[in-house]
């Protein structure tokens, strides 16, 4: 189970809607909140294998939703990554697990797969460009 969440930042909303299509055709479900409180509930009673979320939901924010989801037994672990189209330096202080910068490429939404199915990390020789997202709990 992958929840995405986004909500009012219309263009990374858009971008992040490319990201629920990749994931779709590649047979993974879907569960899309557009609130911080839908997130937060969604997350809380199906327990996904990692959520997928923009800065921008409506209601209960991003980072209190994450904050509540960190400092929940059934959220604690749930691996959190950031959809964003800017540079953030350091998400993991936030509670994110890690980021993918936006649009999503094939290749990086790959390899965040890869290292939380097997919660290990990939070599930086996997790939030719610096990794597409950063995580200090992988």
Known sequence: VIIR????G????????GLIEML???LHKVTSAE???????DALSNSPDVIFVTLNLSGLDTREAVAALRADPLGENIPIILLSSADL???TSMGFS????LPVQQQALDRILREIAGRTTVENS???EKP???SNQF
């Open 98 to 101: 890690g980021k993918l910068k």
């Open 10 to 17: 219309r263009r990374n909303g858009r971008r992040a809607d």
């Open 89 to 91: 330096p350091d998400v």
């Open 24 to 26: 779709r055709e590649a």
């Open 126 to 128: 996997d790939l030719d």
């Open 132 to 134: 597409a997202w950063t």
């Open 35 to 41: 609130s911080g409180d839908a997130l937060l509930s």
């Open 5 to 8: 969440a986004g909500g009012r």
